[in-house]
Every structure is written in structure tokens, then in C-alpha cells.
């Protein structure tokens, strides 16, 4: 079943494919795969992978704005690079890859925050910063169920984006970790409790 987000990237991989005035077919030869392959990226039922998104690169899509909804810039190319790693290390093991793309994007948010306010990473008092306990707990709940973790952060994240809101990451950890206890019986996020759980935590 397609993911909100594999959605989001399907129709950034559209938008790409129109803006480089190419068809489905068109575009499919120039990646060696079939149109019906095609199709499924664009329409989010396949997730695009390090060998798609490379091709992609070289027929002149931009990958960055794929995976990031953002032109390419220095940061996300490093993304796009851990992705190409880290996606391949996921599937090999069995981890959740967006899972765990949505720990390091809440640490790598933490750490940027952190930076702008005082210069200087991870120096901020605790309590202020998501403490490497919570970092580890996120990495024990994705060992432990994935695609759980996965439901929760993009639960969470669908949320804030439709109140147009945002919480600090230690909030957010704090948060998604307390979700996960709550659902780890039922081993499915009720997208329901989730809005209301994420509305009682905003200012």
C-alpha cells in the first residue's frame, strides 16, 4: 500500500518528468524500465531507489527535489547521498527506510536548530536538545517495528503540515516516542489519536 510520502515523491517525479518535457514512455526508455514501472513512480505504489533516482539524475531530473520537495543544494545532495548508502543498508537488514530517514531528518532538524542559536552543535542544556536516550529509544522502537514508527512519524508530520505548525524536535521525539508505546500493542497508528495527540502538544 502507497505511503503518503511515496505519493508525495510519486507526483515530484511527475512534476519533473513535465518539466523536462518528456512522456511517461519516453522518460521510461531513457531509464531502461518499462512505462508501467513508470507509472508506479509517479503514482507512488513503487518506491524509488538509489538505482531509479541515479538514472533519473543522469536523464536530467533533479533527485534532490524528489526525496526533499527542495532543488537540489549542498545539504540535500548529502542527503541524496546517505540515501543511496543507507537505502540498500536498510533493505539488506530489513530496517524500515523511511523510518529511518524520519530519525535522521528530527536529529539532523535538532542539530540545525541548535546551531543557528548558538553556533556552536549540540551545545545547548539538556532538556533542550533531543538527548541521545531518546535517539537510542527511536532506534530500539525502529528495530523493534519500523513500519509502526514509520505510520507514526508520518502521521505526525501529515498533522502539523495540514495545521501548518511545527514542534521543536526534543518535543517531536518525546512525542513520537510516547505514540509508539501507545500503539506498540495494536501495532497500528489510529491517525485519529494521533491529530488529537499532536494538537494537545502545540502552544
Known amino acids: 500500500m502507497s505511503s503518503n510520502v511515496d505519493k508525495q515523491r510519486g507526483a515530484r517525479i511527475q512534476t519533473e518528468r513535465k518539466r523536462l518535457g518528456l512522456t511517461q514512455a519516453t522518460l521510461a526508455r531513457k531509464l531502461g524500465i518499462t512505462r508501467g514501472t513508470q507509472v508506479n513512480y509517479e503514482t507512488g505504489k513503487r518506491r524509488p531507489d538509489g538505482e531509479y533516482l541515479r538514472a533519473f539524475a543522469e536523464a536530467g531530473g533533479d533527485a534532490g527535489f524528489v526525496l526533499f520537495a527542495e532543488a537540489s543544494t549542498p545539504r540535500n545532495l548529502f ?4 540515501h543511496r548508502v543507507l537505502n540498500p543498508i536498510a533493505k539488506r537488514f530489513g530496517i524500515n527506510a523511511e523510518a529511518l530517514y524520519g530519525l535522521i531528518d528530527l536529529v539532523v532538524e535538532d542539530e ?9 552543535a549540540s551545545s545547548m542544556p539538556r532538556g533542550t536538545i533531543v ?9 530500539d522502537a525502529l528495530l523493534e517495528n519500523g513500519n509502526l514508527l514509520e505510520e507514526i512519524f508520518s502521521a505526525v508530520n501529515d498533522t502539523l503540515r495540514a495545521l501548518s505548525k511545527s514542534l521543536p524536535p526534543v518535543k517531536k521525539a518525546k512525542l513520537i516516542l510516547s505514540l509508539y508505546d501507545v500503539f506498540k500493542g495494536p501495532a497500528h497508528a489510529d491517525k485519529k489519536i494521533v491529530a488529537m495527540t499532536v494538537k494537545a ?3
Open 79 to 82: 542527503g541524496l547521498g546517505t
Open 112 to 120: 540545525v536548530l541548535n546551531y543557528r542559536t548558538n553556533r556552536v
Open 131 to 139: 538527548e541521545y536516550e531518546h535517539v537510542e529509544d527511536l532506534i
Open 201 to 203: 502538544a502545540l502552544p
